[in-house]
């Protein structure tokens, strides 16, 4: 069951991801509650859930949602790294990264799943191969459906708060936990061993 620490270190970045000290597993994440109580109050963290087991039904905010729940993939604890590696992104930028919203504003699938083409790049077969959903949004080749236009968006160009070698280790920093497939996801003990962190 994940917990939250009620006392922390504001300017301490790091503390955002910590080990359970009970001896947590490694794909656990423990989210710092005062850092995180405007995202809170967005209900992210809503549930504890069993470690051990895969869910498939909706979670999170729309933009906020990892591709696993869009796709309806099972999904575990690697959900959670891909929503610290968002929330990191807010935090630093004052804006999301997805918008996952039509050009009307409504919460789009589509929309979202474009724009994670452009930043992530086209994600690999044999994940669109866990699910049909997947063949509702992409070809059997792995390239967006001609459903929206796929925007100009790429990391670099989004982040504009950091500046040389510092914006290199933060976006592979933000890589490590963005992935489309939950197991390429860098582990909250692997995170925390980051150069970027650590420096």
Not at 12 to 25: A, T, V
Not at 29 to 49: G, K, M, N, T
Not at 68 to 80: A, N, R
Request: hydrophobic residues 35%; negative net charge.
């Amino acid at each position: 069951m994940a917990y939250f620490h009620r006392v922390i270190n504001a300017d301490e970045l790091r503390s955002i991801l910590s080990h359970h000290p009970n001896g947590g597993k490694d794909d656990q994440i423990h989210v710092e509650l005062a850092l995180f109580q405007p995202l809170l109050d967005q209900s992210i963290l809503a549930a504890c859930r069993n470690p051990d087991a895969s869910y498939t039904e909706d979670i999170q905010p729309y933009v906020y949602r990892a591709p696993e729940v869009i796709l309806d993939i099972p999904w575990s604890y690697p959900m959670d790294i891909w929503n610290v590696g968002v929330m990191i992104w807010d935090l630093f930028e004052k804006q999301h990264l997805f918008s996952a919203q039509s050009p009307s504003d409504d919460q789009s699938s589509e929309y979202h799943l474009a724009e994670m083409y452009a930043i992530l790049g086209p994600p690999p077969l044999d994940y669109l191969q866990r699910t049909e959903t997947s063949w509702e949004h992409f070809e059997v080749d792995g390239t967006c459906k001609d459903l929206v236009p796929i925007p100009n968006l790429s990391l670099e160009t989004s982040e504009r708060s950091l500046n040389g070698d510092n914006k290199a280790r933060f976006l592979d920093f933000v890589r490590k936990m963005l992935q489309w497939v939950p197991e390429k996801r860098h582990t909250a003990k692997q995170l925390l061993e980051d150069t970027w962190l650590n420096d």
